[in-house]
């Protein structure tokens, strides 16, 4: 027999207990021995519920339990998250995570005391929920240089765009709506701002160069700026305005992280990614493209990658997974990187530049630097990237 424990009993930790109450036979067989989950650690009362045996408020019965195998870690944010982490690792318990928050800021530190005291930490769902995109990248990749990753990795703001690009509904709308869908997080901030985009571009770069990535050293733009004058024009002249995170490799070697809208040619998988939807694209150099698409957010969705992490973390128990990043080495600028780029207002169409409706331009390669002065020599209202 098997037993976990559950921290956190949202979206997320409440999926989890379904999906084994769903898939507990098969679990177990794949197992070899039945899964049991033995605590929920949680600050709500769970006294009226089915589960109210094994709800507990005390993080030290988990830490104290030499029975007790994988700690599951579902409670969010990098504060209580961080040092119950800390803490379970310590204590010589897997610990699995879908808290990208976390992994993104911490996961360097948590990597080595899971590695000092021999057991897994795992974050398979902090990345495009329930999509395998991380094993792949670091287990079935592993024999490639990985070039550039680029995704879709946010639903909420993929489905507030789809319902401007789609629906003609302005983005305040959109939100409202998202948020009434249940989408967007607590803060919808942090969605539509970038910034749980930049969480997960960074631990997928992490995990491509060894290196970390900090999200607070990445570029991050969001959405909210976004009006529906541009999704238009672009989706007239045959793109669609997806918010991508991507991050490449440069020919010197060194690599460069960032999130902001861009246009997708309508041919590009990804422009066809519509909704909650996730999609990343991976391009090593002897595979090629790769892509990976699916839910990317919702309780079951979520639990998915994190019961399939129990399960690796439980099968790895002896030789556990080497998996871990370096320092941060030195991160390039994206100013570095050359693209065309989406202009657009009252100016005259530039030499070099096609004009595309709307009171628009695309201009040929420049630097973001180079696309800046540009764009403010001319008083141009928007400047987006175009995706290569
Ligand atoms: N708020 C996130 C999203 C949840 O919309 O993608 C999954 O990380």
């Known amino acids: 027999m098997a037993n976990f424990a559950i921290m956190g009993f949202g979206t997320v930790g409440s999926g989890v207990a379904s999906v084994?109450?769903?898939?507990?036979?098969?679990?177990?067989?794949?197992?070899?021995?039945?899964?049991?989950?033995?605590?929920?650690?949680?600050?709500?009362?769970?006294?009226?519920?089915?589960?109210?045996?094994?709800?507990?408020?005390?993080?030290?019965?988990?830490?104290?339990?030499?029975?007790?195998?994988?700690?599951?870690?579902?409670?969010?944010?990098a504060k209580v998250a961080l040092e119950f982490t800390r803490r379970a690792l310590m204590a010589g318990k897997h610990v699995v995570t879908s808290n990208k928050e976390l992994v993104a800021s911490h996961g360097r530190e948590l990597l080595a005391i899971a590695k000092e005291k021999n057991v897994n930490y795992l974050f398979e769902a902090s990345v495009g929920g329930g999509i395998p995109v991380l094993r792949p990248l670091f287990q079935c990749l592993a024999g490639n240089q990985i070039e550039e990753i680029v995704g879709i990795l946010n639903g909420t703001t993929n489905y507030i765009l789809t319902r401007m690009i789609r629906g003609g509904v302005p983005f305040d709308e959109a939100l409202k709506e998202a948020q009434a869908k249940g989408y967007a997080e607590q803060n919808p901030a942090a969605d539509v701002e970038g910034l749980d985009a930049s969480r997960k571009i960074c631990i997928l770069s992490d995990l491509a160069?060894?290196?970390?990535?900090?999200?607070?050293?990445?570029?991050?733009?969001?959405?909210?700026?976004?009006?529906?004058?541009?999704?238009e024009t672009a989706s007239k002249a045959g793109y669609q305005v997806k918010l991508l995170g991507r991050a490449v490799k440069l020919e010197d070697g060194r690599h460069c992280a960032y999130v902001a809208p861009h246009l997708v040619r309508e041919d590009c998988p990804v422009a066809g990614v519509d909704g909650v939807f996730n999609a990343i694209m991976i391009r090593g150099n002897a595979v090629g493209d790769v892509m990976f698409y699916g839910r990317g957010a919702g309780d079951l969705p979520t639990a998915s990658a994190v019961m399939g992490d129990v399960i690796d973390a439980l099968q790895h128990r002896e030789k556990r997974r080497n998996l871990g990043w370096g320092e941060g080495g030195d991160l390039a600028d994206t100013g570095e990187l050359s693209m065309c780029w989406y202009l657009r207002g009252g100016f005259a169409v530039p030499q070099g530049c096609r004009?595309?409706?709307?009171?628009?331009?695309?201009?040929?390669?420049?630097?973001?630097?180079?696309?800046?002065?540009?764009?403010?020599?001319?008083?141009?209202?928007?400047?987006?990237?175009?995706?290569?």
């Not at 060894?210 to 009006?227: A, C, K, T």
């Not at 409706?357 to 180079?370: E, W």
């Open 355 to 388: 004009e595309i409706g709307g009171g628009a331009v695309l201009t040929g390669p420049l630097s973001t630097k180079g696309a800046k002065a540009l764009a403010k020599k001319l008083g141009a209202e928007t400047i987006l990237p175009v995706l290569p």
């Open 20 to 77: 084994l109450r769903m898939n507990g036979d098969a679990i177990a067989e794949r197992l070899g021995e039945p899964l049991s989950l033995k605590y929920i650690l949680d600050v709500r009362d769970l006294s009226a519920t089915e589960y109210a045996g094994i709800a507990v408020k005390d993080f030290s019965v988990l830490e104290n339990d030499p029975e007790l195998d994988v700690v599951v870690e579902s409670i969010g944010g």
């Open 209 to 231: 160069w060894g290196r970390e990535v900090l999200p607070e050293r990445i570029s991050v733009q969001g959405i909210s700026g976004l009006n529906l004058r541009d999704v």
